[in-house]
């Protein structure tokens, strides 16, 4: 049932419908199962368990995969629950293994019905039949072109390949044209349509291999991450550590990171380091062996290579790792070799047995407790986001401080947390500033200090994330109109950001552009030209630097940046973004002076200037010393 449902399961009650709904599946799943265990050994009073040669190497990865998390993982409980690769998915899959190892076959009917049934769902949905339908809200993700039950179109058609290389080779084989001929060819079909449908919709975004490479070579430079890698759920921050002023000429640069390496076996070496590596290698070894030497079917050879070719190729994938000890399970299934019944009684012991019991009850209890509570809170979680569209601050509001209650761990919760807390201080101060009552002030005051301390909690959870920090410079600059001393810390954060990221031209765009706001233009000039160094074909960074040299009456210098901008900007796409920069360059050449220019133009959508916020607040509210990143 569990392995039925994987490819399939999915709720519309989580923010993520899909991956996160499968995790909580197998987890529950695995939990129950575990209990199952307890009463057989409570009635029997006997452990009764079949070693395998592959036992040991697949306890071994998630073994190092756990030493990764505490020694090197900053957040370690919210790594946990990572969906690609976290513990909670590796200890699901393993019990999974070893239940499929027992000698718990997988019936022939539930591997006909997977390909059969993804197809089906493949070609119906690649003519998108829900796209004219008057759906509710709640059921609008069905319009999505690229909707399918595994969360993206590349795993969907690597999932289906699985089975296409599984029935192929077994039509091969076997010649069972009866049995093997209907899925293989809707799986080779539903394939192709989702691979087609994958292209056409531009979906394919990979990080680049070079700078996962890159990754991998670092961790190498420091003998803690060399051993244990930089931890679950880090890669993220090692990747805007190495990325080059290449990325920035690419056409993926505005993505600011990506939380996976490009290749399953580079991701593995960068975040578990060579332990993790080595215990992987010795894993893949040792299912070698056994295909080579012992009987196995030649569709469980083929589909274990095709798997080891996916994890080259592309990134760490829950749905590759759940086929990974799906086909483990089936190879020791199948192998005899080495394996070693061992039948020990526990009656003739009664103190090791009660314990054992106990202990056994506690984890699984603890388990299911703690997974009930993280799931609790990613409900709550949707409700907030659902809640916004409807305009419903105190639901927005309310939920999301739940989910924060229940899983404090989580940093998608905390950031956030931390925004909705700056809208609302944020909202109320835009009503009436200036003759604001004294318990509007005092709530303006309570959701600002919480926004910053959401912020800090972020940064306290994972230091080394430039974005963590970009996150606390916005909301410094966001409150620079209603909080004293707001300048200087936005300034602090974004240098912060600067450091652990420094070839991002976003970070210096927005911190001359907090120079900017303050009048500060000789700065402002400094960090708008060195944004024109990352990426010399951005045209809002020309814009912004011809405007700080126009401030600072560098005429010349202004003229030239800003027929730079003309040279970037596509006349035909964005006429409006041509017209505008044309106008001031014109304006520029008659040298009027920067409250005129700025009085008689209104940025466009692409090519803006940041704005001085008028203050709206008075007096100003005064931030404590210690929400300043700089005193920290």
């Not at 993206?152 to 289906?160: M, V």
């Not at 500033?433 to 600002?448: E, L, M, P, T």
Request: proline content about 4%; aromatic content about 14%; glycine content about 4%.
């Amino acid at each position: 049932t569990i392995i039925f449902l994987f490819p399939f399961f999915f709720l519309p009650i989580t923010q993520e419908f899909f991956l996160t709904n499968k995790l909580y599946l197998l987890a529950f799943a695995a939990l129950i199962l575990l209990m199952v265990s307890l009463i057989e050994l409570l009635v029997t009073r006997k452990i009764v368990w079949t070693a395998k040669k592959l036992d040991l190497p697949v306890v071994g990865f998630v073994v190092a995969v756990a030493l990764a998390i505490l020694v090197s993982s900053t957040n370690k409980i919210g790594v946990l629950f990572n969906l690609n690769f976290g513990f909670i998915m590796f200890s699901a899959l393993t019990v999974l293994y070893f239940y499929l190892a027992q000698g718990k076959r997988i019936p022939t009917q539930i591997f006909y019905a997977i390909p059969v049934i993804m197809s089906v769902l493949a070609i119906v949905f690649f003519f998108q039949p829900a796209s004219n339908l008057n759906l509710p809200a709640y059921w609008q993700f069905l319009k999505n072109p690229a909707f399918n039950t595994l969360s993206d179109q590349l795993t969907y058609s690597l999932f289906l390949g699985f089975f296409v290389i599984f029935f192929g080779v077994n039509l091969y084989e076997k010649r069972d044209f009866k049995n093997d001929l209907l899925p293989f060819g809707l799986a080779v079909i539903g394939t192709g349509m989702t691979v087609f449908s994958l292209f056409k919709n531009g979906q394919l975004i990979l990080p680049p291999w070079n700078i996962s490479w890159y990754a991998a070579l670092e961790v190498l430079k420091n003998i803690q991450t060399a051993v244990f890698g930089v931890g679950v759920g880090g890669f993220s921050d090692i990747f805007t550590k190495v990325k080059d002023f290449a990325y920035n000429q690419s056409s993926d640069w505005q993505i600011l990171t990506f939380n996976a390496s490009r290749s399953t076996i580079l991701h593995i070496m960068t975040e578990t380091g060579l332990l993790g590596l080595a215990a992987f290698i010795f894993l893949l070894y040792t299912a070698y062996t056994i295909i080579i030497k012992e009987n196995i079917g030649l569709a469980t050879k083929a589909v274990f290579g095709y798997l080891l070719l996916a994890m080259l190729l592309f990134p760490p994938s829950f749905a590759i790792f759940f086929l990974l000890f799906l086909t483990l399970g089936m190879m020791s299934n199948e192998s005899d070799v080495g394996s070693k019944k061992i039948v020990n009684s526990l009656g003739e012991v009664p103190i090791f047995y009660i314990g054992m019991t106990l202990i056994f009850i506690a984890v699984v209890l603890g388990s299911g407790y703690l997974l009930g509570q993280a799931y609790a809170a990613e409900i709550f979680f949707k409700k907030s986001a659902d809640a916004i569209a409807t305009n419903n601050a105190n639901a927005v509001y309310s939920n999301m401080k739940e989910a924060r209650i229940l899983n404090p761990y989580d940093e998608r919760y905390i950031i956030n947390f931390s925004q909705t807390n700056l809208l609302l201080a944020n909202s109320i101060a835009q009503k009436d500033g200036k003759n604001i009552s004294a318990q509007d002030r005092q709530i303006i005051n309570q959701a600002v200090q919480a926004a910053i301390s959401e912020a800090k909690q972020l940064i306290v959870l994972d230091p080394n994330r430039a974005q963590y920090w970009q996150n606390l410079a916005i909301i410094y600059r966001n409150i620079l109109s209603i909080a004293q001393g707001a300048d200087v810390w936005a300034v602090s954060a974004y240098q912060r950001a600067m450091v652990l990221d420094p070839s991002n031209p976003a970070y210096t765009l927005n911190l001359g552009g907090t120079y900017y706001i303050l009048g500060k233009y000789d700065e402002a000039t400094r960090f708008f030209e060195q944004t024109v160094s990352l990426k010399p074909n951005w045209a809002n960074a020309y814009y912004n630097l011809a405007w700080g040299y126009f401030q600072n009456k560098e005429y010349d210098k202004a003229v030239s940046a800003m027929q730079s901008v003309l040279t970037l900007v596509d006349k035909k796409t964005s006429p409006s973004d041509w017209d505008k920069a044309n106008k001031d360059l014109s304006d520029f050449k008659k040298q009027l002076n920067a409250t005129q220019t700025q009085e008689t133009s209104t940025p466009s959508a692409n090519l803006s200037l940041p704005k001085k916020p008028e203050p709206v607040i008075s007096p100003k509210l005064t931030l404590p010393k210690e929400a300043s990143p700089a005193a920290k």
